[in-house]
T-cell receptor, first 111, second 112 residues
Framework: EAQVTQNPRYLITVTGKKLTVTCSQN?????MSWYRQDPGLGLRQIYY???????DKGDVPEGYKVSRKEKRNFPLILESPSPNQTSLYFC??????????FGPGTRLTVL | QKEVEQDPGPLSVPEGAIVSLNCTYS??????FMWYRQYSRKGPELLMY????GNKEDGRFTAQVDKSSKYISLFIRDSQPSDSATYLC????????????FGTGTRLQVTL
């Protein structure tokens, strides 16, 4: 089954404690992205990757890091999480000719 | 001003009604237009996809793009309770499959 998986699905943490949210896709897609979704603000892109070792900032990259060492994986790293990073996070993947396919989401709470 | 504007709703309609959902945008460089449906506690799923201006129909769903007015619409005919969800419009430039700009979403409730 074609899918994007994210882990964990739910996470409660404290300010400053480094965390990683993993994302994996099994469709051999070149493009992968991370979004955050907040009430009234919609989905905003954090980072995206066009292929292995190629990443670029989206609209709200501050406080986040990403890496793309393998085509299937695109982890999101919060080195020092803060309460304003409490949000619902989505990973997505696509090929050049197909639109984005989203994962199930990770709900993050930073206390 | 946001690049993409979408009325957040909520929009409540009776079963069987025709639903019209809309987005306006400001950047004339957008060429690809999409509608995603998002059920509660789920990720967005692609519903309709249109390139440039025109109409596209898929079952009960019709997507319209009017580039001259910078206005896109999604029509749902014979709406069903299972259509209750948040509908997100999205758009992008040519050659940027990874860079989507979303509207904030319209929450739709179809009642029995």
């Amino acid at each position: 089954e074609a899918q994007v998986t994210q882990n964990p699905r739910y996470l409660i943490t404290v300010t400053g404690k480094k965390l990683t949210v993993t994302c994996s896709q099994n469709m051999n897609h070149e493009y992968m992205s991370w979004y955050r979704q907040d009430p009234g603000l919609g989905l905003r892109q954090i980072y995206y990757s066009m292929n292995v070792e190629v990443t670029d900032k989206g609209d709200v990259p501050e406080g986040y890091k990403v890496s793309r060492k393998e085509k299937r994986n695109f982890p999101l790293i919060l080195e020092s999480p803060s309460p304003n990073q409490t949000s619902l996070y989505f990973c997505a993947s696509s090929s050049e000719y197909n639109e984005q396919f989203f994962g199930p989401g990770t709900r993050l709470t930073v206390l | 001003q946001k690049e993409v504007e979408q009325d957040p709703g909520p929009l409540s309609v009776p079963e069987g009604a025709i639903v019209s959902l809309n987005c306006t945008y400001s950047n004339s460089a957008f060429q690809y237009f999409m509608w995603y449906r998002q059920y509660s506690r789920k990720g967005p799923e692609l519903l309709m996809y249109t390139y440039s201006s025109g109409n596209k129909e898929d079952g009960r769903f019709t997507a319209q793009v009017d580039k001259s007015s910078k206005y896109i619409s999604l029509f749902i005919r014979d709406s069903q309770p299972s259509d209750s969800a948040t509908y997100l419009c999205a758009m992008r430039y040519t050659g940027t499959a990874s860079k989507l700009t979303f509207g904030t979403g319209t929450r739709l409730q179809v009642t029995l």
